[in-house]
């Protein structure tokens, strides 16, 4: 459990000196506490020699914690009124800055036509989808690898087992965003997202609705130890329907910024805990429906989850630092700011490597009559040439129709490059064929 801060006791005016004091000696310690937004956990251990030259000022960091909280309190703005929760922000410079960043990175009027060609496009977004899937899965504690995960995305296999099924729901979840991402929410969607992400993996009379007791608790993995109360479920309708009046709504009188609006909603989701299960699921599904309804395309193109994995304890402390710090829900803005700049990092190094791979294919490329998805196949034949391929799995990778990927494979097989190997009357695999050899090896 997090320790909870000091009470606030003494002069604030003597407290507000010594910050302001220890801004003037020491202007990287308040910096780097406030592009951080550390809590008193962090800030409690703060030791003078890293911070602090001969004759400066002396850390006292109960002093400096009550600074920074008068700080905080002067310049956050209440956001409590007519929304789901009561709950405070504190958008600082350091916050505004990575904001904009954001902003002309994944939207600004940017099209994605200047960016990717058409196959790019589909390479990539087919990759993120089911990155998305796979990992916003394991955060709630599927256990599979990737491999075998993706190969059941691609070749439409029948989950096997509940953390297959899993992913195959947030899969169809992330799918049915893309198709109403310009809609508005409403307690019926709610119930189709809860539905998706859910099915066959939840008692049935617990899918699609609204809990109904107050027998949920978050508790920590490790201890059991409860770290999280949600509110009573008999006020589960009234906070659900000013959700979503505060997911469609946001006048320019009262506007908030995309992003932190999107990280919000993805904290009150995990708040309020509407469902029996699967509320991470959905949140997260929330905060990427709102992004993509707010012109961020290149959301879809990340994976989020896949770095929320990667840093899931942070993940926890910022939903609790929130709670335990006067409903300060700027921790987990902070977080998710984080989450979406080291995506977009990922994504970069992603697209550099397949731009490293899209030079091996000119050799493909050039033979008459090969098309791009042919040498991609082509390409992952002399990669592995123990794998085979299906129609199925052709279709989904490259986002084409079932007829376009037969003719595609077809073809290959024409020319010799792939065999065709029957594995019933209707279903048949592709393997590499012996003219692949003879004309590549």
């Known amino acids: 459990m997090i320790e909870e801060a000091p009470l606030f006791k003494g002069d604030r005016a003597k407290s507000y000196k010594f910050l302001f004091d220890l801004r003037n000696s020491n202007p990287e310690l308040i910096s780097s506490i406030e592009e951080n937004y550390f809590y008193w956990d962090k800030i409690k251990y703060l030791k003078p020699k890293s911070y602090f030259k001969e004759n400066s000022i002396p850390l006292n960091t109960k002093k400096l914690w009550k600074g920074i909280k008068l700080h905080r309190k ?11 929760i009561n709950y405070k922000l504190n958008i600082h410079k350091y916050l505004n800055k990575k904001l904009h960043y954001l902003d002309f990175n994944f939207g600004a009027g940017l ?18 989808l089911m990155e998305e899937s796979i990992f916003s899965s394991m955060i709630e504690g599927a256990t599979t690898t990737r491999v075998k995960a993706k190969d059941m995305l691609r070749k439409n296999k029948k989950p096997k087992n509940k953390s297959e099924q899993m992913i195959l729901n947030n899969y169809k979840t992330i799918q049915f965003i893309s198709e109403h991402q310009d809609e508005d929410i409403s307690i019926e969607k709610l119930y189709d997202i809860h539905r998706l992400v859910t099915e066959s993996t939840l008692e049935k009379e617990d ?30 309708n009234d906070l659900m329907k000013s959700f ?9 009188e009262d506007f908030i910024h995309p992003i932190v609006k999107g990280s919000t909603l993805h904290f009150l989701i995990g708040y309020i805990h509407p469902f029996v299960d699967g509320n ?6 929330i905060f990427y429906w709102y992004l993509l309804k707010n012109g961020y395309w290149l959301t879809e193109y990340l994976s989020i989850s896949r770095v929320i994995m990667k840093t ?16 300060d829900v700027t921790y987990f803005i902070h977080y998710q700011v984080k989450v979406l700049l080291r995506a977009f990092e990922e994504l970069k190094t992603y697209v550099a490597k397949k731009k490293k791979e899209q030079s091996k294919l000119s050799k493909y490329l050039k033979l008459d009559g090969i098309n791009e998805r042919q040498a991609i196949i082509l ?31 077809e073809e290959l ?25 003879a004309e590549f090896l």
């Not at 002067?74 to 789901?84: V, W």
């Not at 899931?312 to 409903?327: V, W």
């Not at 990669?383 to 490259?398: A, G, H, W």
């Not at 490059?417 to 279903?427: R, S, W």
Request: net charge negative.
């Open 111 to 128: 099209q994605k036509e200047q960016l990717l060609t058409d196959l790019d496009k589909q390479d990539y977004l087919n990759n993120a």
């Open 413 to 437: 097989v024409e020319k010799g490059f792939l065999k065709k190997i029957a594995v019933n009357k209707k279903t048949f695999n592709y393997w590499k064929g012996e003219q692949f050899d």
């Open 280 to 285: 991470g699921r959905a949140a997260r599904a």
């Open 207 to 236: 899918v699609g609705v609204f809990r109904n007791n107050n027998d949920i608790n978050v508790v920590n993995e490790l201890t059991g130890e409860i770290v999280h109360t949600p509110p009573n479920f008999e006020e589960l």
């Open 74 to 84: 002067y310049e956050d703005y209440n956001l409590g009124e007519s929304k789901p």
């Open 312 to 327: 899931k304890t942070q993940y926890e402390k910022a939903y609790l630092y929130t709670e335990i710090d006067d409903m």
């Open 244 to 252: 979503c009046e505060f997911f469609n709504d946001n006048p320019k």
């Open 379 to 409: 390409q992952k034949i002399e990669d592995d040439s123990n794998r085979f391929f299906t129609v199925k799995e052709i279709e989904n990778t490259f986002g084409i129709t079932n007829q376009t990927a037969r003719t595609d494979i």
